[in-house]
């Protein structure tokens, strides 16, 4: 599995727009962080994200795991996030309030 690798001197927008790209691309996101850091900097991603899909009729949330990896012979705990795809569907109106105006659920 392929993962994002997210560092704390990364930058949430071209993280996000990474993201973005991926899932309009059809292909799984998964981010992978160590540190305070850089776990706050992938989860600031997944918001901008979020605001650049949401537009198109797309949502997306995260679910994180943690991993122990080998970084130059040193054990460390990463933290790794998946990002889960919903489309959106416009909520139907009713008859009585043509006007009124709806939520995207």
Do not use: W
């Amino acid at each position: 599995m392929e993962f994002l690798k997210v560092s704390s001197k990364s930058s949430p927008a071209s993280v996000a727009g990474a993201i973005a790209g991926m899932v309009k691309d059809g292909v799984p996101v998964n981010m992978q962080a160590v540190g305070a850091g850089a776990v706050n900097q992938a989860i600031k991603a997944v918001a901008i994200a979020r605001g650049f899909l949401i537009p198109t009729g797309v949502d997306i949330s995260c679910a994180p795991t943690f991993a122990d990896i080998d970084i130059n012979g040193d054990s460390r705990t990463a933290i790794r996030i998946a990002v889960y795809v919903h489309r959106l569907v416009p909520a139907a109106r009713t008859e009585s309030s043509p006007h009124e105006t709806t939520e995207l659920v």
